[in-house]
């Protein structure tokens, strides 16, 4: 079973400052995707970043990194230079790809509330 | 494209009654899913699609059902309302089992 963990309930960060926001995942599979969402109040979710199991660097999307530490099973997300428009709930989430008779099973963390100071 | 849809927006069903969320999408995708978030928590997953005719459960499946007899349409089938299934619920597909999923605008949904 795939397993996500966010262990950062609320998260504060000063306006232009960076923030990670950490994730760890638990597979067995060796072929899946990490994705990171944002859902603001209004309630969308809004897709940021991917990063492939295979693939060697880190992703990266504008302001939006992903810290991929594919040993430790980490995937934290970096946000650069925090804006106010960036305070919202931020989910982790995993998904199992390629030939797997499971693939498209996904798993969702219970997501960070990111606060932006201005 | 109007990507993923979702009706009705919002909607309150009494304890017992039924009815079918409804999902379309218009990318020719061939995953689609239908999730559901409680408040202050992550989404899990309810069932999901592989292709037209191919359904799998998810962590979820209980108290609900589904269908894909084409490649744009997933609804999702609550039998017998419940009120532990007041949630929000989102539809999404993706091209593949491990790409990016494109979500519908969620459904507000109260059982009284």
């Known amino acids: 079973a795939q397993k996500i963990t966010q262990t950062q309930p609320g998260m504060f960060v000063q306006e232009k400052e960076a923030v990670t926001l950490d994730c760890t995942y638990d597979t067995s599979d060796q072929s899946y995707g990490l994705f990171w969402y944002k859902q603001p109040s209004s309630g969308e979710m809004i897709f940021l970043i991917y990063q492939g199991s295979y693939d060697e660097q880190n992703a990266t999307e504008g302001r939006y990194s992903l810290n991929f530490q594919k040993a430790r099973k980490s995937a934290n997300l970096v946000i650069s230079a925090s804006q106010l428009g960036d305070s919202a709930m931020y989910f982790c989430a995993m998904r199992l790809a390629g030939l797997n008779t499971n693939a498209g099973k996904s798993t969702f963390g219970d997501g960070t509330t990111l606060t932006v100071k201005p | 494209n109007a990507g993923v849809t979702q009706t009705p927006k919002f909607h309150i069903l009494k304890i017992g009654q039924s009815m079918t969320l409804q999902c379309t999408q218009d990318m020719n995708h061939n995953y689609m899913y239908w999730y559901r978030q409680d408040p202050g928590m992550g989404l899990k997953l309810i069932y999901y699609s592989v292709g037209a005719g191919i359904t799998d459960k998810g962590e979820v499946p209980n108290g609900y059902n589904v269908s894909r007899s084409t490649t744009e349409d997933f609804p999702l089938r609550l039998e017998l309302a419940a009120p532990s299934q007041t949630s929000v619920y989102f539809c999404?597909?993706?091209?593949?089992?491990?790409?990016?999923?494109?979500f519908g605008p969620g459904t507000r949904l109260t059982v009284l």
């Open positions: 999404a597909s993706s091209l593949s089992g491990g790409g990016t999923q494109y």
